[in-house]
């Protein structure tokens, strides 16, 4: 599916040093990957697949949680399609023993997996995990849902919580009002 995306779309693989990132999306829908990197290597394969996730969605969509949400829960998916291991497991690529300790046996790729892109908690929760499984990461930079989405629903908030405050008020002036 997303091998044909690739071909379809026209979709060109270039070679850029990456900071924190083992492949990304440029603004001319392609994707670039370290100049270092082993396309034999799993976490690569899996990389571009996530990228690809991206140059599939709306451009606003790729620039927030929701869109990260998405591509990393199929990352991971894809990571296990290629090696039958998920990430974090011991001997895969992620794997911290103290975390998984620490947490019952669960990894945070398996917190990711459980997340709902539907979920404002999720989408937060989904921000914490990404920035402890990648340290330097700023998903705490994006809107938890394409900015149009963020937009409407921080207004509509607003419009509750003021609604809510006159609804308060006239309830005291009748309350005070009142024998």
Known sequence: MHANYIDSSGVKMGLYPQANSGAAWTWQDNIII????NLQDPFVLSGIIHETVHLQQPFFTRLSVYGEL????IDRNAYFEITGQFY????????DPNYINQNNGNNRWNEISQLSLHSRTDLEAAQTLMIEISPGYQADKLPLQPIGDEIAYRLVSSVNQAVEKSIDSVKEIFDFLSP
């Open 34 to 37: 370290p100049p270092n990197a």
């Open 70 to 73: 998405e591509a990393w829960q």
């Open 88 to 95: 974090g497991e011991p001997g895969a690529t992620f794997h």
